[in-house]
């Protein structure tokens, strides 16, 4: 959790919480982030700006998930959020929200919801393009239907061209309910719609915000439920790359890795993360020799790719090569400093050596 107690909050960003109570439960869910920059008052803008999104089933139940303001009597959210209720609605608090229509990029998975006077600020969406690999992210949203946004903190793992964006692979966890919810940046931009999770650890996805931009542009509709495939839900043939490779490195499998990545670098030469992926599969096969030669070819695209100059330190440590194992810790050193203390420790055998 944040490291704060009330009579630290400004007195000035307790004015702002525009629900009674939400101060105290801000403060008891969001999480620690330590030794980096993150605005305050952005980020508690960025939690009450959260919206649950509701509806009955054919059976009677309640459906729910969550949404974010985005815009003026906007909302943005998932479209599977909408599949089983005809007819849903927008609640914060114990205040409810009729929906006027909706903007929908079902494959995307995004809808964006007009409102009936919401009259609510909305948060700054911000740039997928902009984030970098370690960078400290938060999940809001109301996970396991918490009648309160929940706060998960969370760092960027990779992040996947796609339409003008980057889908987000973060380890900032949220649950069933927080489909829709935001993914923001210590600034409390927008950056996210966290929609899906895989099996695996850190293993949560989000739309890039970019796409809210383009939703703007498709004609409003009315009926409700929105129906309509996902690329998440895609056959396995017909997934993105990204998503091919997440069952095999779960399993381990590292077989078939190798000759997915390779298919994937054939058809993306350009895509850091391809070559990164290829690298590792390689590094878990004990081919060293070809894992080094792939991340190159990963930090020649993305010198910005911390992930493939840290495996490389790890392999060049592991050959016995600890001229140049340091030389990568001191550029890892500035990139990513949380991976590279993860290096150091290896290569100097603190504690617990780890591969």
Not at 145 to 164: K, N, R, V
């Amino acid at each position: 959790m944040f490291d704060l107690s009330p009579d630290t909050i400004n007195k000035n960003i307790k004015k702002n919480l525009i629900m009674s109570g939400m101060l105290k439960i801000f403060v008891l869910c969001i999480i620690t982030f330590n030794a980096i920059a993150y605005d305050q008052a952005k980020l508690m803008h960025a939690w009450v700006s959260i919206v649950m999104i509701r509806g009955y089933t054919e059976s009677g139940s309640l459906a729910y998930g969550s949404g974010v303001i985005v815009g003026e009597n906007q909302v943005i959210t998932n479209c599977h959020v909408l599949r089983k209720t005809k007819q849903p609605w927008v609640s914060q608090g114990d205040t409810a929200y009729s929906i006027m229509g909706v903007q929908a990029n079902r494959w995307q998975d995004l809808c964006l919801l007009t409102l009936f006077q919401l009259n609510k600020n909305p948060v700054p969406i911000g740039r997928s393009n902009d984030l970098t690999k370690g960078q400290e992210l938060a999940a809001m949203g109301h996970s396991s239907g918490s009648p309160a946004p929940l706060t998960t903190g969370g760092y960027m793992i990779s992040a996947y061209d796609m339409d003008g964006g980057k889908i987000i692979l973060s380890s900032a966890k949220f649950r069933l309910g927080a489909s829709g919810s935001g993914l923001f940046d210590m600034k409390g931009n927008l950056v996210g719609i966290n929609t899906f999770k895989t099996t695996g650890y850190g293993s949560y996805y989000s739309m890039p915000a970019e796409w809210i931009h383009k939703l703007k542009e498709l004609p409003m509709e009315k009926e409700f439920p929105i129906q309509g495939k996902a690329l998440w839900e895609e056959d396995e043939e017909s997934k993105p790359f990204f998503l091919k490779i997440a069952i095999p490195k779960v399993k381990k499998d590292w077989a078939t890795l190798v000759k997915i990545t390779k298919d994937w670098t054939e058809k993306e030469a350009n895509n850091t993360e391809a070559w990164y992926e290829y690298g590792h599969a390689n590094e878990m096969l004990d081919l060293s020799d070809k894992a080094i030669n792939y991340y190159k070819k990963a930090l020649a695209i993305d010198p910005m790719n911390s992930d493939a100059l840290f495996r490389m330190g790890m392999v060049e440590n592991k050959l016995g090569h600890p001229v140049e194992a340091k030389k990568i810790l001191t550029s890892l050193n500035k990139l990513n400093p949380a991976r590279a203390d993860e290096l150091d420790e290896v290569i100097n055998c603190k504690n617990k050596c780890k591969k």
